[in-house]
C-alpha cells in the first residue's frame, strides 16, 4: 500500500466498548453482510464521519449497543479509501482511509455530531435495501 499524506487525528466508528490501547483489527466479519471476511479496517479523519459509521453499527445491530467513536493510530500502512475515493468522491475529501494493519485505540471521543431522526430514517431505509439485495456491493 502507498502511505497517505493526512497526518490526522484519526478515528473509527462502532458499537463496540473499547479502552486506550485495545486494537480494531481486519479479519472480522462485515457489519453488512457477516459472511464476508473484511480486509481492512477503514477509519477516517473526520470525527464526524466516524460518527456516522458508529450511528450505522448501531442500526445494524438493530438497534442493539452505543454509538462509539475512537480516536485511533495505524500501526502500520494504511491507503485512501477506494471504496469512495475512487468511486464517489474523487481526492478524497472525506478523508477516509484503510489499513490491513490493526488500529489502536487512544481515547474515546464524544464531541461528535449526531444525526437528526431523519437523517437516521434515511440509513435506516437504506441499509433494508441492502439486506434485501443480495447482490448489493459490499467493501472488503
Not at 490526522?8 to 462502532?14: A, E, K, L, R, S
Not at 481526492?91 to 472525506?94: R, V
Not at 444525526?115 to 437523517?119: I, V
Given at each position: 500500500m502507498t502511505e497517505a499524506l493526512d497526518e490526522?487525528?484519526?478515528?473509527?466508528?462502532?458499537i463496540a466498548e473499547l479502552h486506550p490501547g485495545d486494537l480494531f483489527e481486519a479479519g472480522r466479519p462485515s457489519n453488512y453482510k457477516p459472511e464476508v471476511v473484511m480486509n481492512h479496517i477503514y477509519f477516517t479523519a473526520l470525527r464526524d464521519g466516524a460518527g456516522l459509521a458508529a450511528e450505522v453499527?448501531?442500526?445494524l445491530a438493530d438497534g442493539a449497543g452505543t454509538p462509539?467513536?475512537?480516536e485511533v493510530e495505524p500501526t502500520g500502512p494504511f491507503e485512501n479509501d477506494p471504496n469512495v475515493t475512487d468511486k464517489k468522491f474523487p481526492?478524497?475529501?472525506?478523508r477516509s482511509f484503510r489499513s490491513s494493519a490493526p488500529l489502536r485505540v487512544i481515547r474515546e471521543v464524544d464531541d461528535w455530531t449526531r444525526?437528526?431522526?431523519?437523517?437516521l430514517q434515511?440509513?435506516?431505509e437504506r441499509l433494508a435495501g441492502i439486506r434485501a439485495n443480495p447482490d448489493a456491493e459490499i467493501i472488503n
Open positions: 490526522g487525528p484519526f478515528f473509527h466508528g462502532t453499527a448501531v442500526e462509539h467513536v475512537y481526492g478524497n475529501p472525506t444525526l437528526t431522526p431523519e437523517a434515511m440509513w435506516r
